[in-house]
């Protein structure tokens, strides 16, 4: 898989995409994430890529030019399955999405920023239009960073043991049950017997079971 993020704040993407799981799977192989600086591709002499809004509200907003030129450039290269632009505006990221993502060949992810982007490049090159949650960030670099990871630690072989990804929390609209580690008793308080019963049929009724009464507890909506 190949993911291509465009962005103003190019060193803000740095730090997340370079540890953990999407280290080792850059290092792998299985993902190459590529970080454009959107200001290498406008003509303006000082690397300007936003102007002022139309109309009365205050704000500046990133210009078609670089990002028609930026996106253009990469599609002369290769086709993408999809062209992301993170804004709190866009369809809510779920673990299904990031699922159905991880699929894909080649992604771009353009970044918003400032007040958004012209509307005309939302019109006309993006394909799919991401929030990670009703609130507003600066930017969408975090975002872009939190798709991203999402993505990777679910293709295959990015995650030693395959089966602990398909475990998480959402994968089956359930939250993970609670998990626990040596000592078996930590200052009086215990781990629940059943899991040291070494009965495997037992512990995975009992994990399925508080899942279920957690999310119930905590999600009903993702019960529905
Ligand atoms: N940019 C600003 N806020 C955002 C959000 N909530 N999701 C995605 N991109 C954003």
């Not at 936003?50 to 930026?70: E, H, K, N, S, T």
């Not at 939250?175 to 308080?189: D, K, Q």
């Amino acid at each position: 898989m190949r993911i291509d993020i465009i962005t103003v704040q190019p060193e803000m993407m740095n730090g997340p995409l370079t540890c953990s799981i999407i280290k080792r799977a850059r290092e792998k192989g299985l993902v190459d994430i590529f970080i454009h600086d959107l200001r290498d591709y406008t003509t303006d002499p000082h690397k300007r890529v936003d102007d002022y809004a139309f109309g009365f509200d205050a704000g500046m907003v990133l210009q078609c030019d670089p990002i028609f030129r930026c996106i253009e450039a990469l599609k002369m290269e290769r086709e993408y399955d999809e062209i992301i632009f993170t804004a709190p505006d866009g369809e809510q990221f779920t673990q299904h999405e990031a699922n159905r993502l991880s699929l894909m060949k080649n992604i771009i992810i353009l970044c918003g920023h400032y007040k958004g982007v012209d509307q005309r490049v939302r019109d006309t090159l993006i394909t799919k239009e991401i929030s990670i949650g009703d609130y507003v960030l600066t930017g969408g670099e975090m975002a872009a960073a939190i798709i991203t990871d999402a993505m990777v630690r679910v293709i295959p072989g990015a995650i030693g043991d395959e089966q602990s990804a398909l475990s998480d929390s959402f994968q089956d609209n359930l939250l993970a049950p609670p998990v626990y580690t040596r000592p078996s008793e930590y200052r009086g308080m215990k781990v629940p017997e059943i899991l040291l019963s070494g009965n495997e049929k037992a512990v995975r009724d009992w994990e399925q079971e508080v899942a279920f009464e957690r999310t119930e507890r905590l999600r009903p909506d993702l019960l529905q």
